[in-house]
């Protein structure tokens, strides 16, 4: 085996596709031959992971820090459950997603934030990380929020916005100069703060819908390369609080109405892939596609069981974006590609108990 070492890409792709057996590289595996492209992307991984490390110091500033607890989407529930592929999205992609087979899937619903005791009407994001574990043994990891659009273009607006939400040390409280001058400098965050003012958080997660925000390439077995968004529809239909609701809501009741909404039975979302022009943005994930773009019931999710975030096999998942099993790319969206690196630093952080 070659002593050059794999690049962040590279081992995300040998982690998708990984099984039992081949769950390490083989002798037979060498790394990327250096050529000056091979060294640009490397330079740029390295200068990438550094700003992940700024940017997961910078949510500890804002939210403190709590030991083996997720830096980011801090506040959240473990659920189970399984997927069922439209096996007609081959045309589009030869993922063992779409076979038709029953997929085992472990999820996380949670809220956006480092603050463990956030406040379930908060008018931030809510989460669901899924990781679906396909009959091959290899792995497919999604990760998505309940806004259409993400706030940050480039990584430089998600460090930004961290570094403004600091805890004022003589307020306990963030500085409101320093957020309104990180609004009025990144024109990027507008498109999802405008979205998250015009709608109201949900009374449960069952009524979420789950966007990726970000566009990926399916590949089908032709190699052919299309681009795609996906969200996920609730099958219960999509609600809101009123604004009497927000106000005399309880801290704490989505976990709550979830372990009641699953006691009624399994919860369900259906996976719509929205086809891409060549013209459409590909690699700003707050650019949203122009409307009327084909879209294709990919197929649907099914929540069985929920269990309390410490006890749930999702407690020591790493929902990397980036871990994708084969028929499914990245494109070069900046923001996608820092997701991987910033994971990874504060599951490292959360592993090692600080």
Not at 53 to 72: F, K, Q, T
């Amino acid at each position: 085996m070659s002593d050059k070492k794999l690049s962040r890409r590279d081992m995300l792709k040998l982690a998708g596709s990984a099984t039992l057996a081949t769950a390490f590289p083989s002798p037979g595996l060498t790394a990327r031959a250096e050529s000056p492209q091979i060294k640009a992307e490397e330079a740029a991984e390295v200068k990438t992971e550094a700003t992940a490390e700024e940017v997961v110091n910078a949510l500890e500033g804002a939210y403190g820090v709590h030991p083996g607890r997720r830096r980011n989407h801090t506040k959240g529930i473990g659920a189970e459950g399984f997927f069922i592929g439209n096996p007609e999205l081959a045309a589009y992609s030869r993922s063992g997603l779409f076979t038709g087979e029953k997929i085992t899937v472990v999820a996380r619903f949670s809220i956006a934030g480092g603050n463990p005791n956030v406040p379930d009407a908060d008018r931030g994001p809510r989460g669901l990380g899924l990781e679906f574990r396909l009959p091959s043994g290899s792995l497919h990891h999604m990760t998505m929020i309940n806004t259409p659009m993400f706030f940050a273009a480039v990584p430089k607006t998600f460090l930004d916005k961290f570094i403004a939400l600091a805890i004022d040390p003589a307020t306990g409280k963030p500085n409101p100069a320093k957020l309104e001058a990180f609004a009025k400098s990144h024109a990027d965050n507008k498109g999802q703060a405008e979205y998250l003012k015009a709608h109201n958080p949900p009374p449960s997660y069952a009524n979420c819908p789950f966007f990726g925000i970000h566009t990926f390439k399916f590949v089908n077995a032709k190699d052919e390369v299309t681009p795609v968004k996906f969200r996920f529809v609730p099958g219960d239909g999509e609600k809101f609080l009123t604004d009497a609701e927000m106000a005399s809501a309880p801290n704490d009741f989505l976990e709550k109405a979830l372990f009641e909404r699953l006691a009624e039975g399994p919860a369900k979302w259906d996976m719509i892939v929205t086809i891409g022009e060549p013209t459409d943005e590909q690699t700003n994930p707050t650019v949203l596609w122009p409307e009327g773009r084909k879209e294709v019931k990919a197929g649907t999710l099914t929540i069985t069981s929920a269990v309390p975030n410490a006890e749930a096999g999702s407690f020591k998942i790493n929902y990397d974006p980036l871990v994708m099993a084969d028929g499914i790319q990245p494109t070069n969206d900046p923001v996608l590609l820092f997701r991987s690196p910033s994971y990874a630093t504060s599951f490292t952080r959360r592993l090692r108990g600080i």
